[in-house]
């Protein structure tokens, strides 16, 4: 199977790669519900199916841009990341974690395919995103400037300095006892932040519906969290340090401070999850602005020794914002959380090479901070390696701090390289998600319920003449945020006893074509006699918990049996 999602790479069926990985993943071997042992590690046979699956949809969604990027201007292409080229992103990760599950348990089969998979990713995706994406982000000058650095606005696109403004003060409008909860996660990305809306539309009583601002620039998280705070002006001091309405912004005690303005407070995402009840009620009962911090992603790619981890990182991240949306609604009376981001970030498993850094010579004259992705300083001149623009522009910013941004992907070589970055103009970096989640009460309840997808066996009548029949199922509707994959035990039964083998079958299509959601099951019967008037039932089963998932009647008319 590795062999072929390599070979077809560029005329890739994904589908039909998915029909078979999850086919051998819902078998003995590979099962995700039986325990790994040292003689059997299925965890890992899993994730190499995982990784299997992630990289064949890749490669499909490289084909549908094989002639690379072309769009009509900013606002066009930023909207085609937001809906569908956030996932050339998602799902590299996808493959990254899943191999590296895989090789820390001796699986290294994948080593070739990763190989692979990273010039698709590195060579080509960022590289074409970067060149498309950076024809709009360059200022030309002039008066007829029509560049992102000229206005850094991108239209029905809200700006991250904007986001009290848009995002908290109308729920706070809405009567005084409203509270607004808001996480800012360090570095979460908005591929990051589709999977965790996908995982809290999964649960009951959730409702979460995930947006976007355009962030500040440069990307970096002091300008970032700032932006974030309710206020009338940003602004930065000369040695670089960003104000709010005059106030420091660095620490968590200073955004406390201002946040107290707003009948707010400012508290560590991990401590409030480890409140009991009581306490965390007491805690936010007199507050209406709560802003609560998480720093898993950026405190992990942030550091040469630990950055390797970074995607590992981004999958604790999610798992511990489900947990604190979870916290706030079941324990703290919540009903209304915003989760988004200071900034995004750039990763790459393989380190960047001389041709990735922007080659200057030294920093200029009037640089107050100068890091892989970005430079700030006053009166910075023009220089052709780089993007050159200003913070009152991009991020309404008094003080007339300027910036230096390499362009692309590019890093600063008088900094070194580094797999993960951040600071710069890449919509990995600058499309800063914002999760918008409510506690269904009433009538929506109802809609926020989550089910498995159910299965049918097609056909009238089933009549078995031979050793082996073959029996045509199908999943009457696509996966979704609410609706489940299930996995099946199928067998045909007379009583309790099967008298076929028993198929285990995973029924997980998301696709809207119902063709695509079919699958055949072949059982084969046990050697003796079979009486064709006895009422022998097909029976499908929840693989999981054992409940009848459907039955249907069959016949079995065998004329003479094999003499095995």
Known sequence: ???????????????????????????????????????????????????????????????????????????????????????????????????????????????????????????????TMSVTWGRFVHAKGGPGDTSLLSKWRIKDVPNQQDFFRTHVKPRLEEGENRKAYVIISDAFRYEAAQELTQELNGKDRFQAELSSQLGVLPSYTALGMASLLPHKTLAFKQNGEVLVDGMPTGTLAQRDEILRRESGMAYPADDLLATKKDEGRELVSSKRVIYLYQNVVDATGDHSSTEKSTFDAVRKAIKDLAALVGHIFNNLNGSHVLITADHGFLFTETAPGELDKSKLPEKPTGTVKAKKRYLLGHDLPDHEMVWHGKTAITAQAEGGMEFWIPKGASRFHFVGGARFVHGGAMLQEIVVPVITVRLARGKSVKETKTRSVTVHVLGASHKITAPSHRFELLQTEAVSDRIKPITLKVAVYEGDAAITDVATVTFESASANMDERKKWVRLVLQDRKYDKKVAYRLELRDAETGVEHQSVGVIIDRAFTDDF
């Open 1 to 127: 199977l590795r062999d072929r999602v390599r070979s077809s790479a560029h005329t890739m069926q994904n589908e039909e790669i998915r029909a078979v990985a999850t086919r051998r993943q819902a078998g003995h071997w590979a099962s995700a519900k039986i325990f790994s042992t040292a003689e059997v590690s299925r965890e890992a046979l899993h994730a190499v199916y995982d990784a299997l699956m992630a990289a064949a949809d890749l490669f499909a969604l490289r084909n549908q841009y094989r002639d690379g990027f072309e769009f009509d201007g900013p606002r066009a292409m930023y909207q085609a990341y937001v809906t569908e080229l956030y996932r050339f992103d998602q799902l590299y990760r996808h493959v990254c974690e899943a191999a590296d599950l895989a090789e820390t348990q001796g699986w290294s089969i994948l080593k070739l395919l990763r190989d692979e998979v990273e010039a698709c990713y590195t060579n080509w995706y960022v590289v």
